[in-house]
T-cell receptor, first 117, second 109 residues
Framework: NAGVMQNPRHLVRRRGQEARLRCSPMKGHSHVYWYRQLPEEGLKFMVYLQKENIIDESGMPKERFSAEFPKEGPSILRIQQVVRGDSAAYFC???????????????FGPGTRLTVL | GIQVEQSPPDLILQEGANSTLRCNFSDSVNNLQWFHQNPWGQLINLFYIPSGTKQNGRLSATTVATERYSLLYISSSQTTDSGVYFCAVFNQAGTALIFGKGTTLSVSS
């Protein structure tokens, strides 16, 4: 039973380029969460999605960041016009369907480490 | 929003020693998880423990929900236990995990 998959594992971009991070949840999981970890800090929530719906994006920066979880395929976190401050590890987590948040364990992927030059 | 505080921030142990990590949270919670982030950055689920006590090998955890704290016990520590231990709880809306800042554990042989 494969875990949460993220790719790429490492991504290098120059300032102004776009970064696309992909997340495939565990089999049977329909809830996806994105978190960001800045160097030497804990994880910060960014966005919570279910298939084709954004449920909570309160942690997303207002500009340049977007996320989607289409009916088919992985969830995508997209960062446009990256800046050096976007350098971080981006983690995706998934949980099974149900009353998310009250009974569900979140399982984390290995993360994508974004470096902006 | 809910605040999560972990202590101590850093812990240095000799192999074989025992340790207790603490997590305090500011409001009642329905979900609490402990994670280990290994030196390669991977987050590993240790426990889902909103209340009560669980054990898994040399690790055990206890959450006293009414007093708003959780403890993670590591017995007979090994060098492979090194890394950062995070406690996380769900926000009130149940849509996001709120992480503490972690306890960095270094175990030397």
């Amino acid at each position: 039973n494969a875990g949460v998959m993220q790719n790429p594992r490492h991504l290098v971009r120059r300032r102004g380029q776009e970064a696309r991070l992909r997340c495939s949840p565990m089999k049977g999981h329909s809830h996806v969460y994105w978190y960001r970890q800045l160097p030497e800090e804990g994880l910060k929530f960014m966005v919570y999605l279910q298939k084709e719906n954004i449920i909570d994006e309160s942690g997303m920066p207002k500009e340049r960041f977007s996320a989607e979880f289409p009916k088919e395929g992985p969830s995508i976190l997209r960062i446009q016009q990256v800046v050096r401050g976007d350098s971080a590890a981006y983690f995706c987590a998934s949980s099974p369907p149900g009353v998310a948040g009250f009974t569900d364990t979140q399982y984390f992927g290995p993360g994508t480490r974004l470096t902006v030059l | 929003g809910i605040q999560v505080e972990q202590s101590p921030p850093d812990l240095i142990l000799q192999e074989g020693a025992n340790s207790t990590l603490r997590c305090n949270f500011s409001d009642s919670v329905n979900n609490l998880q402990w994670f280990h982030q290994n030196p390669w950055g991977q987050l590993i689920n240790l426990f889902y423990i909103p209340s009560g006590t669980k054990q898994n090998g040399r690790l055990s955890a206890t959450t006293v929900a009414t007093e708003r704290y959780s403890l993670l016990y590591i017995s007979s520590s090994q060098t492979t236990d090194s890394g950062v231990y995070f406690c996380a709880v769900f926000n009130q809306a149940g849509t996001a995990l709120i992480f503490g800042k972690g306890t960095t554990l270094s175990v030397s042989s």
